[in-house]
T-cell receptor, first 113, second 114 residues
Framework: GESVGLHLPTLSVQEGDNSIINCAYS??????FIWYKQESGKGPQFIID?????DKRQGQRVTVLLNKTVKHLSLQIAATQPGDSAVYFC????????????FGQGTTLQVKP | EPEVTQTPSHQVTQMGQEVILRCVPI?????FYWYRQILGQKVEFLVS????????KSEIFDDQFSVERPDGSNFTLKIRSTKLEDSAMYFC????????????FGQGTRLTVV
């Protein structure tokens, strides 16, 4: 069945440390992946995306890694700040030409000062 | 920066009543979506909409649900006869294309059915 899952429900890191949030997906035909950040009471906010023809993409303080062999996606946040505290979701673009996104369960990132 | 706007931010309704959730997508976007999120759970796809018709819907999107683009700017989700289990955050999203471009989400409408 289709599913996008996350390995850990909660990740607690010290301010200034690097954070790594993981995600596993099941549909090998998926070709586009997005990481979203969701703060309490708000909608998902786009962080970074990656296409399946890439294995790494960098943004400002964030890096997404894609391993198609094991169907694994990760989000790395450098020098984590208190403002990074949120729930992080990976999402998979459903390969059906309708724009449907399949979300994972979410990882709560807690940044300790 | 353009954004998706949703109204109301919070809706409380009696079980069995009809509700309409409203969204204004980003103006040059052509693809529109509704998602829902039950408290503490992941975001779930409900429906995608393009060219004035539904392009895909999930099993959650049964006959109680309908979507409409009544004019050039609004996109609505109607729930005809609300049930307690419809209580959730409902997010509208829009995208420029259907593939390989990010969907932008609104702030959501919290629907509480009592």
């Amino acid at each position: 069945g289709e599913s996008v899952g996350l390995h850990l429900p909660t990740l607690s890191v010290q301010e200034g440390d690097n954070s790594i949030i993981n995600c596993a997906y099941s549909n090998s035909a998926s070709d586009y992946f997005i990481w979203y950040k969701q703060e309490s009471g708000k909608g998902p906010q786009f962080i970074i995306d990656i296409r399946s023809n890439m294995d790494k993409r960098q943004g400002q303080r964030v890096t997404v890694l894609l391993n198609k062999t094991v169907k694994h996606l990760s989000l790395q946040i450098a020098a984590t700040q208190p403002g990074d505290s949120a729930v992080y979701f990976c999402a998979e673009n459903h390969p059906g030409n309708t724009g449907k996104l399949i979300f994972g369960q979410g990882t709560t990132l807690q940044v300790k000062p | 920066e353009p954004e998706v706007t949703q109204t109301p931010s919070h809706q409380v309704t009696q079980m069995g009543q009809e509700v309409i959730l409203r969204c204004v997508p980003i103006s040059n976007h052509l693809y529109f979506y509704w998602y829902r999120q039950i408290l503490g759970q992941k975001v779930e796809f409900l429906v995608s909409f393009y060219n004035n018709e539904i392009s895909e819907k999930s099993e959650i999107f049964d006959d109680q649900f309908s979507v409409e683009r009544p004019d050039g700017s609004n996109f609505t989700l109607k729930i005809r006869s609300t049930k307690l289990e419809d209580s959730a955050m409902y997010f509208c999203a829009s995208s420029r294309d259907m593939m390989n471009t990010e969907a932008f989400f609104g702030q959501g409408t919290r629907l509480t059915v009592v």
